[in-house]
């Protein structure tokens, strides 16, 4: 089956821990997409990246950090400089030049005790 | 930075009816796409429209446009029990050096009565 994952799903936090989530994808997929969501609110990019080895920040990304070493895996690790990490977290991927439709993982929500 | 504002926020409908959401946007576009999300689950894509075109059809969805007011509707007709969920625009904008992002609004909640 071809798609995009993430783990876990459920995920606790103490407050002073960096946690990382993961995200893999077997889509064949060149740009992949971190992004937050609140209750009751859209989705806010933390980070993306178009290729290999490269990556930006995108809207909040302070308190977060991100790895492209192989084009599948784009994990996202949650510092103890990010304030108020408690959210939805979702993993996304497109393809370079189809419209940037993207396919959005199961999500990993993350929650700081 | 949020881009598209669906309108309404949330939406109560009956089974059989249709339902309407609008969607509204700040810059210019290469196409804007509507996603649906479950509760608790990722977004899946549902219709993509490109800036040059007003009107497209998917099943029991229809998309429009209207570039020249930035705004967008999705309609989804003879609405079922399952079409409860979340519904998100989601813009393409043009950018200096094309910059693949998406910029997504709030979302829409729908809820169909059985």
């Known amino acids: 089956d071809g798609g995009i994952t993430q783990s876990p799903k459920y995920l606790f936090r103490k407050e002073g821990q960096n946690v990382t989530l993961s995200c893999e994808q077997n889509l064949n997929h060149d740009a992949m997409y971190w992004y937050r969501q609140d209750p009751g609110q859209g989705l806010r990019l933390i980070y993306y990246s178009q290729i290999v ?9 302070e308190g977060y ?18 304030k108020n990490p408690t959210a ?6 497109s393809n370079r030049g189809a419209y940037n439709e993207q396919f959005f993982g199961p999500g990993t929500r993350l929650t700081v005790l | 930075s949020q881009q598209g504002e669906e309108d309404p926020q949330a939406l109560s409908i009956q089974e059989g009816e249709n339902a309407t959401m609008n969607c509204s946007y700040k810059t210019s576009i290469n196409n804007l796409q509507w996603y649906r999300q479950n509760s608790g689950r990722g977004l899946v894509h549902l219709i993509l429209i490109r800036s040059n075109e007003r009107e497209k059809h998917s099943g029991r969805l229809r998309v429009t446009l209207d570039t020249s007011k930035k705004s967008s509707s999705l309609l ?14 989601a813009t393409d904008p043009i950018t200096q050096g094309g910059s693949e992002k998406l910029v997504f609004g709030k979302g829409m909640k729908l809820t169909v009565n059985p």
Do not use: H, M
Request: neutral net charge; aromatic residues 12%.
């Open chain 1, 53 to 61: 080895n490269d990556f930006q920040k995108g809207d909040i990304a």
């Open chain 1, 88 to 93: 939805f977290y979702l993993c996304a991927s």
């Open chain 2, 76 to 89: 989804i007709t003879a609405s079922r029990a399952a079409d409860t969920a979340s519904y998100f625009c």
């Open chain 1, 65 to 82: 950090s991100v790895s492209r070493e192989k084009k599948e895996s784009f994990p996202l690790t949650v510092t103890s400089a990010q």
